[in-house]
């Protein structure tokens, strides 16, 4: 049953119904990186990436779903950890997933001794995945999908939870990723080494932490003003946290 839930949300990932975000969220978490880089930091990543910015990058991850050769990295947008369990007790899935890779890429980027293609590569995997498991529905609880399953309706219109919070809110505000990060606002010095000092596991927890309110629906599971109003504030600070932590990261990777 666990091996057929993994094959169904593969296929959910590959027809589009599972990209953390959208593509306004993951460029406002590059923006908001992007500003709180190092000097140094930010000379090597712009060097790195050939002068493309971390919000232009942010979305490659997903881009590359449709070329063959990158078929081994789908089931690394996500994370199946149940209520009860942490992450060292869950069962792992042996394609990888979201918070191991995190993991292994900063302890890679930061060993050094890599060839441009190869560095480039995993620092662009590596923008999109932070900004994968701040979304609380990419820490799934193994039983929807990552909340793919949950059928709703976003003001009168098909949707499911999962696109809810991957884009259905975010796009209802009809801004830009500019314009998303100028209304998340500026958090203060401790507030930032705060969200800097938790580790990539805490990041998952906080994500868990949320089901209760994520998961929150009316019985006829017609969402829309209410919801939105409960929860877009949620969306925010993780989109907020994801771009700081992700700048912390890539401050001790390359600062």
């Known amino acids: 049953m666990k091996k057929f839930t993994s094959i169904l949300f593969l296929c959910l990932l590959l027809t589009g119904q599972a990209f953390a975000w959208g593509q306004n969220g993951h460029r406002a978490v590059g923006q908001v990186a992007e500003h ?125 939870l999962h696109r809810v919070w991957d884009s259905d809110m975010i796009d209802g505000k009809d801004l830009s990723f500019t314009e998303i990060v100028r209304f998340l606002g500026e958090p203060d010095k401790a507030q930032v080494k705060q969200w800097q000092a938790a580790s990539v596991r805490d990041w998952a927890s906080e994500s868990m932490s949320y089901r209760p309110q994520v998961y929150n629906l009316p019985e006829d599971k017609k969402l829309g003003y209410r919801y939105a109003y409960e929860n877009y504030s949620l969306v925010e600070q993780r989109l907020l946290q994801a771009g700081i932590r992700l700048a912390g990261l890539l401050n001790e990777i390359y600062g």
């Open 36 to 160: 709180h880089l190092s000097k140094k930091a930010k000379k090597k990543v712009m060097q790195l990436l050939e002068d493309n910015s971390l919000a232009e990058v942010s979305v490659w991850m997903d881009d590359i779903k449709s070329d063959d050769a990158y078929d081994h990295t789908h089931d690394w947008h996500w994370v199946t950890i149940q209520d009860g369990q942490t992450y060292e007790q869950a069962e792992k899935n042996p394609n990888g997933d979201v918070l191991g890779k995190i993991e292994e890429i900063s302890k890679t980027l930061k060993a050094g001794n890599l060839d441009k293609v190869k560095e480039q590569e995993l620092l662009k995997f590596l923008v999109h995945l932070v900004g994968d498991i701040h979304q609380p529905l990419h820490v799934g609880g193994g039983d929807d999908q990552g909340g793919n399953q949950v059928k709703v309706q976003w003001f009168y219109q098909p949707s499911n």
